[in-house]
């Protein structure tokens, strides 16, 4: 391998008779003077003497052709290599052409892909193209995974990849972008465990319910995480004290079930008490509602006239009375709407718990998953985001002004479907405590990771403050640019994005100040959806007719002219309401499908068995 055609200082052509080159190989300039260059394959091309095309297309060009022939080679009967190198490192002068070019041992090229020991990494997967350097590998970064590629499940045989999860404390924030189907959801899977395999604190809003981490994936031995994680669901396990809301803290959930108007933030502001609870608040709202819908007039009557009326009445009429001359002022419309907001968070068990459990989880060390609907968590999110980080920061502070303060541990704050949590062009509930992590975060040790499938509509000041972005496929162009823009992904690598196969990512790290391409390790555990739909449709299928069969075997062979008198038993054994035409229809599939043999003859057709 030599170089070849003019150089650069950070860039070279390399050609080869013998070496076919691959994207993202890296390479080393045997040129002592500049210390040995090293750089990757950003760009390859080949020639082929039975393909006679043009050498004016691609990295090709007249000059190289020149360098090529002074060096020996055949341009009409040679096959040539030729790839395009990127330095690593800005050389402080061109590189000479023609200097001899070889595939470095790993040691020469450690500083450039290994950051971390596995142990105090999170072991993410396998750096492409590094495969010739299995041998020079040290024991201690060997066997460290399993990588499937083309359905096919192999060892690891190139240089792990270990994010070095300390560095974020100064290149704070991880983005994880990604098109639907190309293993956005597995390079998370496999973050979040290796992050449970650190001990790390860590809370994850899952609107999928997806995140289980108790179902171990085939082949996988001794990886047990039911002890490292705690799943609890908004309204069942986990709720909002609401006791403890400011009123801004109750305008933004009452905002996320359903936009408010000024008038109904002048309710809220008007009617709420400090340390109300949920009864007391809602009760005082039920009740200015009542006495809008009947008016001062008619209740000033029903309370001196009084007639007829019980103790607990008059009672009533004396609360509507206070009410409105407190708050008659207030539109019925608008009181109604906050009504409707209050109750359609109580139906969905918002204010039935508190948040202790996800509290108690991050202090023992735990990944914390919270599942519910997106516009739920939604809800939820700005309030325990909120309570948890202000925790955190009211220890930091106090440590730092050397006073006594209760220890709360540093935490990371996981969203999938981040666009939802904070979207660019418009308010929700929890994008102004995500925004301030963003910006102050790292000081007081709180931590964002932001998956998403559009990072276009995700808040700008959010995606410049994430150092780290994995880019798995992604093809909408508005995506692709708005990638470009805030990562240091090159042309070539942009142009590749729309055509990277599931599992491959593109790491854009201020850690590793480059791009590095990877691709995922296969994960420890399964997620709960992994069953294909059209599989689970084919077994249950399966099922009804196994069930159908069993039912029917005693009976059988079964006349079509019997089938309303054994209809009773077989609509009891199976709970279902058939009549007989369903029941029919039944037969006949299961004779479709040779599960039963049809038999017609003069009197009657007979279903027996095949």
Do not use: C
Not at 3 to 12: D, L, N, P, R, S
Not at 192 to 214: A, C, G, R, Y
Not at 241 to 269: K, P, W, Y
């Amino acid at each position: 391998m030599q170089v070849v055609g003019i150089t650069t200082q950070h860039e070279i052509y390399v050609a080869s008779k013998e070496h076919k080159f691959r994207i993202n190989e890296i390479l080393l300039v045997e040129d002592e003077w500049l210390g040995n260059p090293k750089g990757e394959v950003v760009e390859t091309f080949s020639y082929n003497r039975f393909i006679p095309m043009g050498f004016d297309k691609g990295i090709v060009d007249a000059q190289v052709i020149k360098t090529l022939e002074q060096l020996g080679y055949d341009i009409g009967a040679d096959e040539i290599n030729l790839s395009k190198v990127r330095l690593f490192e800005e050389a402080i002068q061109p590189i000479q052409t023609g200097a001899s070019v070889r595939a470095p041992e790993f040691s020469e090229v450690k500083q450039f892909l290994v950051k971390v020991q596995p142990a105090e990494g999170l072991v993410l997967g396998e750096i492409r193209s590094t495969d010739h350097m299995e041998n020079t590998l040290p024991s201690e970064l060997k066997q460290l995974m399993k990588i499937q590629e083309q359905d096919i499940e192999r060892d690891q045989n190139g240089v792990p990849f270990i994010f070095d999860i300390k560095a974020m404390q100064q290149y704070p924030h991880i983005g994880v972008f990604g098109g639907s189907g190309s293993g956005k959801s597995f390079g998370l899977r496999v973050m979040l465990e290796e992050i449970m395999k650190q001990s790390i604190p860590t809370v994850v809003f899952d609107p999928h319910f997806e995140m289980n981490f108790t179902q171990l994936a085939n082949g996988v031995n001794g990886v047990d995480f039911s002890s490292k994680f705690v799943s609890v669901q908004i309204g069942k396990d986990v709720g909002v004290d609401f006791s403890s809301l400011t009123i801004r803290d109750i305008e933004r959930l009452l905002g996320a079930a359903g936009a408010l108007t000024e008038s109904m933030v002048n309710v809220i502001q008007s009617v709420h008490k400090r340390k109300d609870s949920y009864q007391s608040f809602s009760d005082r709202i039920a009740n200015l509602v009542d006495a809008l819908e009947l008016g001062k007039q008619k209740v000033e009557a029903f309370i001196y006239d009084g007639n007829g009326l019980s103790r607990e009445q008059i009672e009533q009429y004396d609360t509507y009375q206070k009410l409105l001359n407190q708050f008659g002022s207030l539109p019925l419309s608008s009181v109604r709407g906050i009504q409707w907001r209050l109750n359609r968070l109580y139906q969905a068990g918002l204010f039935q718990h508190n948040i202790r459990a996800i509290e108690q989880g991050l202090s023992n060390g735990k990944l914390v998953v919270i599942q519910g609907s997106v516009w739920l968590l939604q809800v939820f999110s700005s309030y325990v985001i909120g309570a948890l980080y202000m925790k955190r920061r009211t220890y930091k502070d106090a440590k730092l002004q050397n006073e006594q303060g209760t220890f709360f541990p540093p935490f990371i704050v996981v969203t999938d479907e981040a666009h939802n949590f904070a979207p660019k062009g418009f308010d929700a509930p929890a994008k102004g405590v995500l925004k301030e992590i963003a910006q102050e975060g790292r000081k007081y040790g709180v931590f964002l990771i932001f998956a998403t499938q559009r990072p276009t509509l995700l808040d700008e000041t959010i995606t410049a403050q994430l150092n780290s972005k994995f880019v798995f496929r992604t093809v909408r162009g508005t995506d692709i640019q708005t990638i470009k823009e805030e990562t240091d992904l090159t042309q070539e690598e942009g142009k590749r994005l729309p055509y990277l196969r599931s599992g491959d990512v593109f790491v854009s790290s201020a850690i590793f100040g480059r791009t590095i391409a990877i691709r995922i390790r296969l994960s420890d555990t399964t997620s709960p959806h992994v069953l294909n739909p059209f599989d689970e449709l084919k077994v249950m299928n399966d099922q009804s007719d196994d069930n159908l069969l069993k039912v029917l075997d005693h009976l059988l062979p079964l006349s079509e002219t019997a089938l309303m008198r054994h209809m009773d038993e077989i609509n009891e054994r199976l709970r279902k309401k058939w009549d007989v035409t369903q029941l029919k229809m039944e037969l006949e599939q299961l004779a479709e499908k040779k599960k039963l043999k049809k038999v017609k003859n003069p009197f009657a057709t007979i279903y027996d068995r095949p």
